[in-house]
């Protein structure tokens, strides 16, 4: 009997051996000896075995024996990440008392930080608020930059709460550049909630950039988690593009997952939408279940985001439709609790968000501000200066306005009177000086008088209305040389090849206005055809070089000036 009884305290001692030292493979009594690095590696390899407990308490019991307050702050933090939502609270508390007696800025900040993240995963937007102030308040007199972006990265969340959405997505593009190199997660988060504040703009098509983009970083950087975020992101798009469907297949997808993590938040949403979605697609029963989930989460959790109002809205239509008197009047007292509730936390996080922690960045650029307002006087003297010259300039531009129409109708006049045969001279000056009527020709006069006679022909069978007439094709025409058709058309015309051919199409444009009627009708490109330019600007430009005027100016007032004589 005796000897029975020592191989069963044998047994129970081995059968104890092994349920506390089981994953301590060097076989010693303790792991008090081990140093905290060895004691994290372990809490993080076991952590989704369930066999972490040992080493989180090993943790915590070897800080306390040392007296060691930052990690026995680290060790409340590792209790805290481990046990249910019930407890973390009350672990967050003796993380930060821990903190505080480390008198370290970073290790009280990185602590406060993390209890108001507890409180943001309860929804407790207003706590958490607080506890991320109190944290910058200390992270910002530290050296820590990964602590700082982290505060960045949780405001940014209240911002994008409260609906500052530039706001947010300004500090969120700061925090994807700096998390992408320091932590994959925090990374793809970053870049989850920078797509968010896409889609609450109006951006749904940056919005899904970011998350095709998100989706392929998961799969480079071995990160799976975020999937369903993402896919949560895309099916909000998929409605916002009227998508329903596809909303409705996404959005599912990502269900499970919220409810296995507990993310009561993002399930809420996820039901919201496939609510709408359904709504959409008059698959009415269906969205209301959807609908009194919401309702539900609200009614467990206290959590409901200002868009969500309106499940509230259909579920009271909807009772007063089918006669639900009941009904109706439970959603509708549910409705003013919601507002009751959006009103106090949107007031006191909005008040509190600028308040106290804008305010920190606007001291920040102080002096910079202080600069400019000692600068303020002779930026004002400039600014007078250029209010003076801005004036001064309009009322030159009037006056030339003003002196332009009345050139463009004394232009006008003269173009529609006889002295249309007197248009000014379009000739550029001729390079060096040199007054081309008093330059020898060297040419045979005979020649002279040839080409000459050709160019009267030329003028009168109209055939400069050609496209693309060059003095070499048109010499050829003439059997003579380009250089030779130049230099006469220069002595005899006062005029360069290319203004001499230019004027003349012009000049039969306007007599064509003139004349005939149904031209006036013609658009610049179909008048810029019928004199032969290549392109309808070099019409207009050579019109107006012509004329003065533009050809839509002539046009309008040759219109007046007939519509005048008709009525005459």
């Given at each position: 009997?005796?000897?029975?009884?020592?191989?069963?305290?044998?047994?129970?001692?081995?059968l104890?051996?092994?349920?506390?030292?089981q994953?301590?493979?060097?076989?010693?009594?303790?792991?008090?000896a081990?140093?905290?690095?060895?004691?994290?590696?372990?809490?993080?390899?076991y952590?989704?075995?369930?066999?972490?407990?040992?080493?989180?308490?090993?943790y915590l019991?070897?800080?306390?024996?040392?007296?060691?307050?930052?990690?026995?702050?680290?060790?409340?933090k590792?209790?805290?990440?481990?046990?249910?939502e019930?407890?973390?609270?009350?672990?967050?508390?003796?993380?930060v008392?821990?903190?505080?007696?480390?008198?370290?800025?970073?290790?009280?900040?990185?602590?406060y930080?993390?209890?108001?993240?507890?409180y943001?995963?309860?929804?407790?937007?207003?706590?958490?608020?607080?506890?991320?102030?109190?944290?910058?308040?200390?992270?910002?007199?530290?050296?820590?930059?990964?602590l700082?972006y982290?505060v960045?990265?949780?405001?940014a969340h209240?911002?994008?709460?409260l609906?500052?959405?530039?706001?947010?997505?300004?500090?969120?593009?700061?925090?994807v550049?700096?998390?992408?190199?320091?932590?994959?997660s925090?990374?793809?988060?970053?870049?989850?909630?920078?797509g968010?504040?896409?889609?609450?703009?109006g951006?749904f098509?940056?919005?899904?950039?970011?998350?095709?983009?998100?989706?392929?970083?998961?799969?480079?950087?071995?990160e799976?988690?975020?999937?369903?975020?993402?896919?949560?992101?895309?099916?909000?798009?998929?409605?916002?593009?009227?998508?329903?469907?596809?909303?409705?297949?996404?959005?599912?997808?990502?269900?499970?997952?919220?409810?296995?993590?507990g993310?009561f938040g993002?399930?809420?949403?996820a039901?919201?939408?496939?609510?709408?979605?359904?709504?959409?697609?008059n698959?009415?029963?269906?969205?209301?279940?959807?609908?009194?989930?919401?309702?539900?989460l609200f009614?467990?959790?206290n959590y409901?985001?200002p868009?969500q109002?309106?499940?509230?809205?259909?579920l009271?239509?909807?009772?007063?439709?089918?006669g639900?008197l009941?009904?109706?009047?439970?959603?509708i007292?549910?409705?003013?609790?919601?507002d009751s509730l959006l009103?106090?936390?949107?007031?006191?996080?909005?008040?509190?968000v600028?308040?106290?922690?804008?305010?920190?960045?606007?001291?920040?650029?102080k002096?910079?501000?202080?600069f400019?307002?000692?600068?303020?006087?002779?930026?004002?003297?400039v600014?007078?200066?250029?209010i003076?010259?801005?004036?001064v300039?309009l009322l030159?531009?009037?006056y030339?306005?003003?002196?332009?129409?009345?050139?463009?109708?004394?232009?006008?006049?003269?173009?529609?009177?006889?002295?249309?045969?007197?248009?000014?001279?379009?000739?550029?000056?001729?390079e060096?000086?040199?007054?081309?009527?008093?330059?020898?020709?060297?040419?045979?006069p005979?020649?002279?008088?040839?080409?000459?006679?050709?160019?009267q022909?030329f003028?009168?069978?109209q055939?400069?209305?050609q496209?693309?007439?060059t003095?070499?094709?048109?010499?050829e025409s003439?059997?003579?040389?380009h250089?030779?058709?130049?230099?006469?058309?220069?002595?005899?015309k006062?005029?360069k090849?290319?203004?001499?051919?230019?004027?003349l199409?012009?000049?039969?444009?306007?007599?064509?206005?003139k004349d005939?009627?149904?031209?006036?009708?013609?658009t610049?490109?179909a008048?810029?055809?019928?004199?032969?330019?290549?392109t309808?600007?070099n019409?207009t430009?050579?019109?107006?070089?012509r004329?003065?005027?533009?050809?839509?100016?002539f046009?309008?007032?040759?219109?007046?000036?007939?519509?005048?004589?008709?009525?005459?």
């Amino acid at each position: 009997m005796k000897s029975q009884l020592i191989t069963l305290l044998l047994l129970f001692t081995c059968l104890v051996r092994s349920q506390t030292h089981q994953p301590d493979t060097d076989g010693t009594d303790s792991l008090l000896a081990r140093d905290y690095s060895y004691l994290s590696e372990n809490i993080d390899k076991y952590q989704e075995k369930g066999k972490a407990w040992l080493y989180i308490n090993a943790y915590l019991n070897k800080a306390r024996a040392e007296g060691n307050w930052k990690e026995i702050s680290e060790g409340y933090k590792n209790l805290l990440h481990a046990s249910g939502e019930d407890k973390r609270l009350a672990y967050a508390d003796s993380m930060v008392r821990a903190a505080v007696k480390t008198q370290d800025d970073d290790v009280i900040g990185s602590a406060y930080l993390t209890k108001g993240i507890v409180y943001y995963s309860l929804k407790k937007h207003t706590m958490a608020l607080d506890n991320y102030l109190v944290a910058n308040s200390y992270i910002s007199l530290g050296n820590d930059d990964y602590l700082k972006y982290k505060v960045k990265y949780n405001i940014a969340h209240i911002k994008y709460y409260l609906g500052f959405y530039p706001e947010a997505l300004a500090l969120y593009k700061e925090c994807v550049a700096f998390f992408r190199k320091e932590d994959s997660s925090a990374y793809l988060s970053s870049l989850h909630s920078l797509g968010l504040c896409h889609n609450r703009m109006g951006n749904f098509k940056g919005c899904s950039t970011i998350n095709q983009f998100a989706i392929k970083e998961c799969s480079q950087l071995n990160e799976s988690e975020m999937l369903p975020y993402f896919s949560l992101s895309e099916g909000i798009n998929a409605c916002c593009y009227k998508e329903f469907a596809k909303a409705i297949s996404l959005i599912s997808g990502s269900l499970n997952a919220f409810e296995r993590n507990g993310d009561f938040g993002n399930l809420s949403v996820a039901y919201f939408y496939l609510g709408k979605a359904n709504m959409s697609l008059n698959s009415k029963g269906t969205a209301l279940s959807y609908f009194r989930k919401v309702d539900y989460l609200f009614r467990e959790k206290n959590y409901l985001r200002p868009d969500q109002r309106e499940s509230y809205e259909i579920l009271i239509r909807s009772s007063r439709e089918t006669g639900n008197l009941e009904g109706e009047l439970y959603y509708i007292k549910r409705l003013l609790s919601a507002d009751s509730l959006l009103n106090i936390t949107y007031k006191y996080l909005s008040q509190k968000v600028h308040k106290d922690y804008d305010t920190q960045e606007l001291i920040k650029a102080k002096g910079s501000i202080e600069f400019q307002l000692r600068q303020a006087k002779m930026l004002e003297k400039v600014f007078l200066a250029t209010i003076a010259l801005v004036v001064v300039l309009l009322l030159y531009l009037v006056y030339r306005y003003f002196k332009a129409k009345q050139q463009y109708k004394k232009r006008f006049e003269e173009l529609i009177g006889e002295r249309f045969n007197k248009l000014p001279d379009t000739t550029e000056p001729i390079e060096g000086g040199a007054d081309p009527d008093m330059e020898q020709l060297n040419i045979k006069p005979e020649v002279v008088a040839h080409i000459v006679k050709h160019l009267q022909r030329f003028e009168e069978q109209q055939k400069y209305l050609q496209k693309d007439l060059t003095a070499v094709k048109l010499a050829e025409s003439f059997g003579t040389n380009h250089k030779y058709l130049s230099k006469v058309i220069l002595i005899h015309k006062h005029k360069k090849f290319i203004n001499y051919i230019t004027d003349l199409k012009i000049d039969y444009i306007v007599h064509l206005l003139k004349d005939q009627s149904k031209f006036r009708n013609y658009t610049n490109k179909a008048l810029a055809e019928e004199a032969g330019f290549s392109t309808t600007q070099n019409f207009t430009s050579a019109f107006l070089k012509r004329t003065h005027i533009s050809p839509t100016y002539f046009i309008e007032e040759l219109k007046k000036h007939y519509r005048g004589i008709e009525e005459a």
